[in-house]
Structure formats: C-alpha cells, structure tokens
C-alpha cells in the first residue's frame, strides 16, 4: 500500500490514528520546537501544527519519540556562543520531555530521519516516510505510508 499525504492535516490526522492503533510507536524528528524555549512556553504566541498534534498524543503510551540534535561543533576555538547555542537546544528538548513525560524521548546527535513506524495492535507494521521535523515550519512536503 502506497499513499501520498500531501497536507500537514492529512499527516497528522494519519499518525494519530495509527498511534491510537498500535501497541508500539516511533517518530523521528531532526530538531524539535513547538512553541517551547528552554525557558518558556510561547505557544500561544506562537500556534503551530506540531503542537497541536504533541497535545494530541500526549497521554499515549508506547511511544518514542528519537530528536536529531546536531553535535556540539565550535566554529572558532572557546566559543561561548557556540556553547550556549547547543546548551539551549538541548534544554529546550529536555523542557519537551517536561511538559510530555509519558512520550519517551530519546536525543541522537546526526540523525536526520523523518520516519514514523508502528507496530499495529493486529501484528502488522507499517511506516510513514517523509521531510516533517516537529519545529513548527510552515514548510511541508510530501510523505508517503508503507505496509509491510
């Protein structure tokens, strides 16, 4: 089987039913936003799409969620800046992990990977390809659901 999702709707509208019909779940994601600093909630200021769909699964249990965060890279030799950079990307993740506690976040330095796979509650499996990072872009391009 072989579906084109072309719309954040259809997206999400997609893994949420599978979630609710899996025993096992996982999201992967390079970076993650959603309205959350590592210091502050500004969703309201700041509605997004990826938001909505974290509230959405939040009470789910059995599933993780792996976040790309890139490594910590100075550009220049002791560079503070560089260092807080990577410190608040980081806290920002661990603010998600807060605010979502029965998710099971994971942090993976180089991933990049836009893959959704579930384990349904009938045995089978099935997996969601795709570009969507969960960082509240308005950007979206296409993903494609395959059954095994």
Same mark, same amino acid.
């Given at each position: 089987?072989?579906?084109? #999702?072309?719309?954040?709707?259809?997206?999400? +509208?997609?893994?949420?039913? #599978? +979630?609710?019909?899996?025993?096992? =779940?996982?999201? %992967? %994601?390079?970076?993650?936003?959603?309205?959350? %600093?590592?210091?502050?909630? +500004? =969703?309201?200021?700041?509605?997004? @799409?990826?938001?909505?769909?974290?509230?959405?699964?939040?009470?789910?249990?059995?599933?993780? /969620? $792996?976040?790309?965060?890139?490594?910590? %890279?100075?550009?220049?030799?002791?560079?503070?800046?560089?260092?807080?950079?990577?410190? &608040?990307?980081? #806290? &920002? +993740?661990?603010? *998600?992990?807060?605010?979502?506690?029965?998710?099971?976040?994971?942090?993976?330095? =180089?991933? *990049?990977? @836009? /893959?959704?796979?579930? @384990?349904? @509650?009938?045995?089978?499996?099935?997996?969601?390809?795709?570009?969507?990072?969960?960082?509240?872009?308005?950007?979206? !391009?296409?993903? $494609?659901?395959? !059954?095994?």
């Amino acid at each position: 089987m072989s579906l084109l #999702l072309e719309t954040p709707q259809q997206y999400y +509208i997609t893994l949420l039913r #599978l +979630i609710q019909n899996s025993s096992e =779940s996982i999201i %992967t %994601t390079f970076g993650v936003f959603c309205g959350i %600093t590592y210091n502050a909630d +500004i =969703s309201a200021k700041f509605p997004n @799409k990826d938001r909505e769909f974290l509230d959405s699964i939040a009470d789910y249990e059995n599933l993780d /969620v $792996v976040v790309g965060v890139g490594g910590f %890279t100075p550009y220049k030799k002791n560079c503070d800046d560089c260092l807080l950079s990577y410190a &608040r990307r980081t #806290l &920002r +993740i661990e603010k *998600h992990r807060e605010l979502y506690p029965k998710i099971n976040w994971y942090l993976c330095e =180089s991933l *990049h990977s @836009k /893959v959704s796979a579930f @384990k349904l @509650k009938n045995g089978k499996y099935i997996a969601i390809i795709g570009s969507r990072n969960f960082t509240g872009s308005n950007n979206f !391009e296409i993903a $494609v659901p395959i !059954e095994d």
